[in-house]
């Protein structure tokens, strides 16, 4: 069997710590009678898709994004266009999609899981013109994000400071939802859209969402008392929220979302702007990815 090239694309700033020494934990534990190794770094927002972009018109026939959802997003983004295989070594603060595929978030196992080249293929994403893999959405949420974007570093720490910071002055918004021809209008903190379940953390919004299904499960986080909120993490972190009375979730293909103005939207974690209307499709089974078997 011909050996193949494979490429570890490394985000220096993901949550994860010790990113240097991937490269020589790589180079002691990758299975070297399957794969010849590469490696970059991250310089800026937008790299990775840069570097794997020009990794796929090369002869690279697997990627790996060595980071958080945001890295995986830029890689799988390009690994998608091209018809290659993703890999993920998870280091980012949240890794809500290798924690749902049960990608070990120890790197030498996720090496491991790199070595046994079980390659699944899974549902990804559209919100507008961008693709999403884990969760995308709008609301409470993102606009944490847009502000926390701002920060030098990552971290669950800093984050959760800024969100309690903000909660305090958010104000819910009407979302008019058209999901499969059906319409919903609903006053909501967040609105997620999942491919799989969790936002990351083991924080599960979605419990019965799958990637394998060809639906995306649009999460409706209702306003609620402040007291309620350690019962909605609670749910959370217990995959509990489909029976939850904070969160409606309705599963869908094809999801149009209109809001009164145009606002933050976080796609896999990381912030845009998007108008007014948004058009979220799901495109069955797209995505060739080194799972665990
Ligand atoms: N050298 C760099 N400097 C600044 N930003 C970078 C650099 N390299 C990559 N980035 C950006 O960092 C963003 C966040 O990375 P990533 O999502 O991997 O980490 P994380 O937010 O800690 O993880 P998670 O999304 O799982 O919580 C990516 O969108 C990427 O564009």
Sequence with gaps: ??????????????????????????????????????????EYVGHASEIAEEAANKNFDVIVAVGGDGTINEVATKVMQHDKVLGIIPFGSGNGLARFLKIPLKSAEAIQVINNFNVDVIDTGRFNDKCFFNMAGMGFDAHIS?????????????????????????????YHLYIDGEKYERKAVVISIANSSQYGNNAHIAPGASVKDGLLDVCVIKE????????????????????????????GKHIRIVRSQGDAIHIDGEPFFMGEEIEVTVAPLSLNIITPS
């Design 224 to 251: 609620f008392p402040m007291y309620k909120l350690p019962v909605l993490a609670y749910e959370m972190l217990n995959a509990k929220t489909d029976h939850s009375d904070m969160v409606e979730i309705i599963k």
């Design 1 to 42: 069997m011909s050996k193949s090239n494979i490429l570890f694309i490394i985000n220096p700033i993901s949550g994860g710590k010790d990113k240097l020494k991937i490269p020589a934990l790589i180079d002691a534990k990758l299975d070297r009678s399957k794969f010849n190794p590469n490696f970059s770094f991250t």
């Design 146 to 174: 847009s502000v926390f974007a701002g920060n030098k570093s990552r971290g669950l720490t800093g984050y959760l400071k800024l969100g309690f910071r903000e909660v305090l002055n958010y104000k819910p918004q009407t």
